[in-house]
């Protein structure tokens, strides 16, 4: 499968919603069950990845081939060069820009770029920019991040548009797993209004309703993300996907 042909063609159709599950969260039987509801839900892919934990050789692979049985694409989300699976297919080779640490910045990235060649795995370059959201989350503590102020929303801009330069085809802003607030629909806009056509935006944390997902597709976003809520209340996520979708 080229997952990007995939998604672009998607797009053209309905914004997207995209699961994420945590291989260290539960074991691969679960995760293939919660993927199968994702896919029921109407989710469009999957997204394997976690902040924390053991989740790498044969558990995150015994993940990712459970989670395919559902029959949609399976995207890493790794947060280092050790957390990638020959099985899955693709994943979101990505750079943190707004950490103060090389190692997220392009250490890992140089590191996992020999696995991706020689798993043949498809890579989906993407900007990850996290905002901040009123707490600090386990993605933005172990990426040593400096969050974009949610008043500051020209700083997304920049980092957006640098994207854009580098030839990246994704921004990710992200407030977090556990956010306690999302990002704001005005720094979608702008980071929207930048970018143009020629890049997707993906935003997500703390997106918990339907009505907060609208606003995040009406701000501008191309694909919205949840993970605990796929975990917690299959119906939850039924609303959301269809406020997506509408």
């Not at 297919?89 to 090389?102: G, T, W």
């Not at 920049?158 to 992200?174: H, P, S, T």
Request: positive net charge.
């Amino acid at each position: 499968m080229e997952v990007l042909k995939y998604i672009l063609k998607r797009r053209k159709k309905s914004p997207l919603h995209f699961t994420l599950i945590d291989p260290d969260k539960q074991e691969p039987k679960r995760a293939s069950e919660l993927a199968q509801k994702a896919k029921e839900a109407g989710s469009d892919a999957v997204m394997v990845g976690g902040t924390w934990g053991d989740a790498y050789g044969e558990k995150l692979n015994g993940t990712v081939k459970g989670i395919k049985n559902a029959g949609l694409p399976v995207i890493l989300f790794p947060n280092s060069a050790q957390q990638l699976s020959p099985d899955a297919d693709a994943l979101f080779f990505m750079s943190l820009l707004n950490s103060r640490s090389p190692q997220y910045l392009i250490e890992e990235q140089m590191k996992g770029s020999l696995l991706v060649h020689k798993y043949g795995l498809e890579p989906l370059p993407m900007a990850y920019i996290i905002v901040e959201s009123g707490a600090t989350t386990g993605a933005a503590w172990a990426g040593d991040v400096k969050p974009i102020p949610r008043g500051k929303p020209e700083f997304a801009v920049g980092y957006a548009l640098a994207a854009k330069y580098f030839g990246m085809k994704f921004v990710y802003l992200e407030a977090g797993s556990g956010a306690k607030e999302t990002v704001p629909k005005e720094m979608i806009g702008v980071v929207r209004k930048a970018i143009g056509n020629d890049m997707l935006l993906i935003v997500g944390g703390g997106i918990r309703d339907g009505r907060t997902a609208r606003e995040k597709i009406a701000a501008g976003a191309d694909i919205i993300v949840t993970g605990t809520i796929a975990e917690e209340n299959s119906d939850k996520l039924k609303e959301i996907i269809g406020a997506i979708k509408e």
